[in-house]
């Protein structure tokens, strides 16, 4: 497996993009990572596709792209997301974990030429009024994180090495995926992410006209058996546990249970022994996640 990056244009400026090259590689995947995260929440995923030659980005506010002006929103993140599947050729499978899955969503809607199908790992639909207190309450905890400065890179891991959600699934990648995210100098290093973009962002998934529109076509488009047009294949993976490492998840079973109702097409997979962050970030979840894209590519 090869790993390099490379920067795409995108309004403002040079969007960052990981890639991983497997050695088998017969076609690409475009990977979208959560509200704080950036690209290297991938690398454990990439290892078990090495058929695939996987591209993330670094979204603006996020990673090294950090600096690009703040066009923030699930539509400008789509449109972003649209020019480096341009860069690399498209149609693409896409798939896209918790903020990545809603613009995931509104990239297959404003840009369904360019998307092939797409995989949403724990995001991407409206939370239930209940799950969405609990996500919200587990938001301000993170967004603390985003504002604390740390001694040293050392303080900012061993932070995350304490974290509940990876106490039992450390590992060289996700301590990887914790130094590239330490920016700053002693004795204020931070993480990458820009909070006025964090909370730009998930001001936008409540409000998000691209997003209601497009989640509106997926459910009008199934609920009638799909037409010309209608909305890509579409796969959710949920997981049982949160930010903590706690149940039932940002998708409780009930509001899952409502979503299949209302998204009759999407195939809802439960992805065992994992929590909001390990479903990407840990062996277990890698595997469930590398099994769903491979499923999808067909």
């Given at each position: 497996?090869?790993?390099?990056?490379?920067?795409?244009?995108?309004?403002?400026?040079?969007?960052?993009?990981?890639?991983?090259?497997?050695?088998?590689?017969?076609?690409?995947?475009?990977?979208?990572?959560?509200?704080?995260?950036?690209?290297?929440?991938?690398?454990?995923?990439?290892?078990?596709?090495?058929?695939?030659?996987?591209?993330?980005?670094?979204?603006?506010?996020?990673?090294?792209?950090?600096?690009?002006?703040?066009?923030?929103?699930?539509?400008?993140?789509?449109?972003?997301?649209?020019a480096?599947?341009?860069?690399?050729?498209?149609?693409?499978v896409?798939?896209?974990?918790?903020?990545?899955?809603?613009?995931?969503?509104?990239?297959?809607?404003?840009?369904?030429d360019?998307?092939?199908?797409?995989v949403?790992?724990?995001?991407?639909?409206?939370?239930?009024?209940?799950?969405a207190?609990?996500?919200?309450?587990?938001?301000?905890?993170i967004?603390?994180?985003?504002?604390?400065?740390?001694?040293?890179?050392?303080?900012?891991?061993?932070?995350?090495?304490?974290?509940?959600?990876?106490?039992?699934?450390?590992?060289?990648?996700?301590?990887?995926?914790?130094?590239?995210?330490?920016?700053?100098?002693?004795?204020?290093?931070?993480?990458?992410?820009?909070?006025d973009?964090?909370?730009?962002?998930?001001r936008?998934?409540?409000?998000?006209?691209?997003?209601?529109?497009?989640?509106?076509?997926?459910?009008?488009?199934?609920?009638?058996?799909?037409?010309?047009?209608?909305?890509?294949?579409?796969?959710?993976?949920?997981?049982?546990?949160?930010?903590?490492?706690?149940?039932?998840?940002?998708?409780?079973?009930?509001?899952?249970?409502?979503?299949?109702?209302?998204?009759?097409?999407?195939?809802?997979?439960?992805?065992?022994?994992?929590?909001?962050?390990?479903?990407?970030?840990?062996?277990?979840?890698?595997?469930?996640?590398?099994?769903?894209?491979?499923?999808?590519?067909?």
């Open positions: 497996m090869t790993y390099s990056t490379f920067d795409v244009p995108v309004p403002g400026g040079p969007m960052r993009v990981g890639r991983w090259s497997g050695p088998e590689a017969t076609t690409t995947v475009v990977a979208v990572h959560g509200i704080t995260a950036h690209h290297l929440a991938w690398a454990l995923v990439a290892q078990e596709l090495p058929e695939v030659d996987l591209v993330a980005p670094d979204l603006r506010g996020r990673g090294r792209s950090r600096d690009l002006p703040p066009e923030v929103g699930m539509a400008a993140h789509a449109d972003d997301v649209a480096v599947i341009r860069e690399v050729g498209g149609p693409v896409v798939v896209g974990h918790s903020m990545g899955g809603f613009v995931a969503a509104v990239l297959a809607h404003r840009h369904p360019l998307v092939s199908g797409v949403l790992v724990d995001g991407g639909f409206p939370f239930a009024s209940g799950d207190e609990t996500t919200q309450a587990g938001l301000e905890l967004k603390n994180r985003l504002r604390a400065r740390f001694p040293s890179v050392e303080d900012y891991v061993e932070l995350f090495r304490a974290h509940p959600a990876f106490v039992d699934d450390w590992s060289d990648a996700v301590e990887g995926y914790v130094r590239y995210d330490a920016i700053g100098e002693t004795p204020e290093h931070h993480s990458s992410a820009v909070l973009a964090v909370v730009a962002d998930q936008d998934i409540a409000a998000s006209d691209a997003l209601t529109d497009a989640l509106a076509a997926l459910a009008e488009s199934e609920a009638s058996g799909g037409s010309d047009g209608a909305p890509v294949r579409t796969m959710f993976l949920r997981a049982p546990r949160g930010f903590v490492d706690d149940p039932p998840g940002l998708y409780s079973p009930e509001a899952t249970t409502e979503l299949r109702s209302q998204y009759p097409a999407v195939e809802f997979r439960e992805i065992e022994g994992v929590n909001h962050y390990t479903i990407t970030l840990g062996r277990r979840g890698a595997r469930a996640v590398a099994t769903a894209v491979r499923d999808m590519i067909g």
